[in-house]
């Protein structure tokens, strides 16, 4: 396998670690701020989404350097690509009428 492909699949690898990354970190503070033990909530999903994330990036580096960056690269193209779609779906649930507020 040529190290272009094997660079690729680290920037893919590490775009899904992203994504899992940053929209657990969207439900968890969606869902954090309503529940009865926020800190559990809090605490717990950020362990979780982290050992998951070091996991992955320990496995897609496959020990060089290159594929390092490229996971990491993905990563940060995941937050980018996650944050503007959850600005923009926030905002579309805050203009939406509520049909219990008075």
């Known amino acids: 396998m040529t190290e272009s492909l ?14 899992f990354f940053f929209v657990g970190l969207w ?22 989404r982290t050992l998951v994330v070091m996991v ?6 496959r020990g060089d350097w290159r594929n390092v960056v490229g996971s990491l690269t993905g990563f940060v193209l995941a937050r980018f ?3 503007r779609n959850a600005r923009f779906s926030f905002r579309a649930e805050a203009l939406a009428p509520s049909g219990g507020a008075r």
């Open 81 to 83: 690509f996650v944050t």
């Open 27 to 48: 439900w968890t503070v969606r869902r954090g701020v309503i529940s009865a033990q926020p800190a559990i909530v809090f605490l717990g999903s950020m362990v979780f």
């Open 56 to 61: 992955g990036f320990y496995y897609l580096s």
């Open 6 to 19: 094997k660079v690729s699949g680290a920037i893919l690898g590490g775009f899904a670690l992203g994504t």
